[in-house]
């Protein structure tokens, strides 16, 4: 029996199975009903009335040190001492083993203080941002969900300062993490945003520490990603709103973590195995790190070192390092799923220096929140986690180009197969599901032709696109009341339709007619549909006529999290 049912026999509750055994003066574990032994007569020592200091422990039973502090023996303490002495060390070895199962019996079930201990620690750790109204109230909800994990490149710690300036105490948003995961659980897709991608950052409403709102005006034009956090005031919540503003996506929760997480997180999984081709060492003295080919187990400043290093590496390049963090997140994921998830006391260890160094949003920031976070997101079979890094090509606008754009037509593509939650490890069958969601989607009444007005404007598309495509839906489709309005005021990640809750036979007409997909039509929560819906054409769009599909692939380089770094 697993130490969870060690604490449920019939019910009971865990802590009334412990019982006073009078033969060895010692409390014991009784898990199958058995009656204690026979009492032996003991006087007790007459004791002032109220509770010892600092009270017995809620839901369990005192220790040997409260026995001998209140119920001494007529012959004294001393003579306690000495029959403690006397047990038998295999008596003594079991009682160890028993309270040890016991405790982490009452961890698992919540019922004991040592619980409550460590439940409030963990809150006590956890630090919170209000990010307004971006983000998600429900830690996951029945649909997909897309959780942002941001790098915080803050110096600020013991050792750090080598990686960087010191003086800088907010830090930006480094290598950042999309982790999307599947509206049934059976799968997720992380993947990695570069911190020197050129994209625009938008506008961003704050929460200020006096409890009003302050709007942090956006980039003009396109900047660094790594801006979107901690530049101008910026907070987590706006770094949310530039990855909703690049994919298209919903992203309902942030996790934010330091340098710090890294070095206490590998060294409470008891290290991470890596393997390298040919020895790594930074020559530049930055981190000092130096690392043999083949295997090698890293934690604390080395595993810092090597998630950090650029030296050695193919391009010295911020993607070939996005490369080894992916395979170092993915050997991490195996140590916790392996080892750490059936080990309570490593657990523990675990959560104890994750949220040390993690600062979430509300809807998720407390330990129970937490805990159920990471129970479902433990049920994802690793071989079904696909990692991968943003598709991306040289900034055309650097001569000597140090930045990176979006892919054109992979970016797109990516996003698309992520808004209609198909999975890149199973794709016939998120596939069947995208057909099932966008069938009911489209299911029901349909508007004339003549009925469906429309304003188009070009988000994205190819130039002249807008009004391309009114001249083919006035002349081809019928849709006679559509208007051109030119470029949108922000590119969208992919083509959207927007449509009040009354257009709905509307906006289904326009879907047959141009072959959008169930992801492309958004209904607005806005009653009333006395002005045309609003069509912006994205990338993925091609031409007038061509339909506007969720692709079954995308061709980028990508990683399982259940393949071994060293092989054999």
């Not at 026995?67 to 038998?88: F, I, K, M, V």
């Not at 990686?163 to 599947?182: C, K």
């Amino acid at each position: 029996m697993d130490a969870q049912g060690r604490g449920r026999a019939e019910g009971a509750d865990p802590a009334d199975q412990w019982v006073l055994n009078p033969q060895t003066g010692d409390y014991e574990l009784r898990l199958d009903g058995a009656p204690a032994p026979p009492p032996v007569p003991r006087q007790r020592t007459p004791q002032a009335p109220g509770p010892r200091p600092g009270g017995p422990r809620p839901g369990g039973p005192r220790d040997r040190d409260d026995e001998q502090d209140n119920d001494s023996t007529a012959d004294g303490p001393r003579d306690a001492h000495r029959r403690r002495r006397d047990l038998p060390k295999r008596s003594r070895k079991r009682k160890a083993l028993m309270w040890t199962g016991g405790v982490m019996g009452l961890v698992l079930v919540g019922g004991s203080a040592f619980a409550y201990y460590w439940y409030d620690r963990l809150n006590g750790n956890i630090g919170t941002v209000d990010i307004g109204d971006i983000g998600s109230a429900a830690v996951l909800g029945d649909g997909p969900a897309n959780i942002l994990v941001i790098g915080n490149d803050v110096r600020t710690g013991e050792g750090n300062e080598a990686y960087g300036n010191r003086d800088n105490v907010t830090g930006h948003a480094d290598t950042t993490l999309l982790f999307h995961v599947a509206g049934d659980r059976s799968n997720a897709t992380v993947v990695s945003i570069p911190r020197d991608l050129m994209t625009e950052i938008p506008d961003c409403e704050t929460r200020q520490s006096d409890g009003s709102t302050k709007t942090i005006p956006g980039s003009q034009g396109t900047t660094r990603f790594n801006e979107s956090y901690g530049v101008e005031g910026r907070d987590p919540g706006c770094t949310m709103r530039t990855v909703e503003e690049l994919t298209g996506l919903d992203v309902d929760h942030f996790m934010m973590f330091d340098f710090n997480a890294v070095k206490t997180l590998s060294t409470a999984v008891g290290g991470v195995e890596v393997c390298l081709e040919k020895p790594l060492k930074d020559t530049s003295g930055g981190t000092k790190l130096d690392l043999p080919a083949g295997k090698s187990t890293i934690q604390g400043e080395k595993a810092l070192s090597f998630l950090r290093n650029r030296h050695g590496l193919k391009n010295e390049s911020d993607l070939d390092r996005i490369g080894m963090q992916q395979k170092f997140v993915a050997s991490m994921l195996r140590r916790l799923k392996e080892d750490t998830l059936s080990s309570p006391s490593k657990m523990l260890d675990v959560a104890d220096a994750a949220t040390k160094s993690l600062t979430v949003d509300q809807g998720i920031g407390s330990a129970p929140k937490l805990l159920t976070l990471a129970r479902e997101l433990g049920k994802i079979d690793l071989k079904n986690i696909t990692l991968m890094t943003l598709p991306v090509v040289d900034n055309p606008d650097e001569p000597t180009p140090v930045t990176v754009v979006p892919d054109p037509e992979k970016a797109p593509q990516v996003f698309s197969m992520l808004q209609d939650d198909v999975s890149f490890t199973e794709v016939k069958k998120q596939e069947k599901k995208a057909k099932d969601k966008q069938a009911a989607l489209l299911n029901g009444p349909r508007a004339e032709a003549s009925a469906v007005r429309v304003d188009v404007l070009n988000g994205g598309g190819p130039q002249g696109a807008a009004g391309e495509t009114v001249a083919w839906l006035q002349s081809s489709a019928g849709v006679s009341r559509s208007a051109n309005q030119g470029n949108a005021p922000a590119k969208v990640a992919r083509t959207q339709l927007v449509y009040a809750p009354d257009q709905a036979d509307q906006a289904r007409k326009l879907a047959d007619l141009m072959g959008l997909p169930a992801a492309a039509l958004k209904p607005s929560a806005k009653a009333g549909g006395d002005g045309p819906m609003t069509l912006t054409l994205g990338p993925d769009f091609k031409k007038a006529g061509v339909p506007v599909a969720t692709p079954k692939k995308v061709d980028v380089p990508q990683s399982r999290a259940d393949e071994k770094m060293c092989k054999g």
